[in-house]
């Protein structure tokens, strides 16, 4: 072959590879809008917003927000679109809760010790857990003000004392749709509504007696769920979160358990992810208790439904990444992922942190945690 020849030979096929490379790029670019949205999720974390110990007033790596907050920070970087949830039990476990509970009234510039922490990291809505109502209910609302987050239940009403259900009112906002911008992988903005909605155990009216007795009720899960999710639905939501107070199974000495487990919830047509709390398990983990059917541990779903479950005291960070896709005008997940991220891990039979703790957090919590500690000296 002569030398031009050659040349033109190679000038030739580097372009025929480019193009494919590039028509390649487009093929993948050019197929529908492809969103991958990271939920994250904290639960039951009972007052624990730094890393101590109240009990053997020892400092501790093992759990304590301000060490979540470095996963929450680490998860938030790696991805373009997050959001974050907490499933409840805040306001009642610990010292701290114990001592911000003693020292109410809480007015607006004196903000329950819990949420000067927790509005750092810039939750985007969170729901009630059963221990929100063990200081009473005036306690609860005048605690909950001081989140500037939005609170949302389904399944807690008032008691109005007639039989009829269709003037039942509830007694949170039921559910929240927040309008969230979005990158989708081509780097396209797209606007997404996303579904929020809450619901709570039945086990809380049993175990909180004295202030839901003539004042509360509460209604099964996955009847309330398939009462609401149609009109989320109708009112826009292109997906649907649902934040669940109780376990993959139901309460032990529920009355009436049917309904009103996670598994039972993962039957409800229209819900695209569950973040639960309440029985201070961690899902999915390889565990026998968590091997029922329809349950896909290496994914995290539970009857196809993306679902996690983050421990307790944050100890876990709990993650769900789903990749949603846009056809025919309307959004759908397509997969999902769901996984736990911990604080610490041991080795040597020691526990070491997995994450530094969040500064500004230790910082925003030193006077309440020093006067929680002068509170327990007191109280000797
Ligand atoms: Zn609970």
Known sequence: ??????????????????????????????????????????????????????????????????????????????????????????????????????????????????????????????????????????????????????????????????????DDLNYFNPYTILEKEVTDTAGEKHKLNIGVIGFITPIVAEWNKEYFRGNLKVKNIKETAEHFIPIMKSKGADIIVALAHTGLQSDKGLDEKKGNSVYALSKVKGIDAILFGHSHSVFPVRDELQKLPGIDLKSGTINGIAAVQAGYWGNHLGLIDLKIVQQEGSWKVKSSLSSIRPVYRTINKKSMPAVPTDPLIEQIMRKDHKETLDFLKDKK
């Open 1 to 166: 072959m002569k030398k031009g020849m050659k040349k033109t030979l190679i000038i030739v096929l580097s372009f025929m590879t480019l193009l494919m490379v590039w028509n390649q790029t487009l093929a993948q670019v050019s197929g529908p809008p492809t969103i991958q949205l990271r939920l994250m999720e904290t639960t039951d974390l009972h007052g624990n917003m730094i890393g101590y110990n109240y009990e053997n007033r020892k400092k501790t790596v093992e759990f304590g927000l301000s060490r979540t907050a470095n996963l929450i920070k680490q998860a938030r970087k790696e991805v373009p679109n997050s959001l974050l949830f907490d499933n409840g039990d805040i306001l009642e476990g610990n010292a701290l809760d114990e001592y911000a509970y003693r020292s109410h009234p809480l007015d607006l510039a004196n903000v329950h010790p819990v949420f000067k922490a927790m509005n750092t990291l810039l939750y985007d809505a969170a729901t009630v857990g059963n221990h929100e109502f063990n200081y009473g209910i005036d306690f609860m609302e005048e605690s909950l003000r001081g989140a500037n987050f939005p609170y949302i239940n389904a399944n807690i009403y008032v008691e109005d004392r007639n039989h009829f259900e269709n």
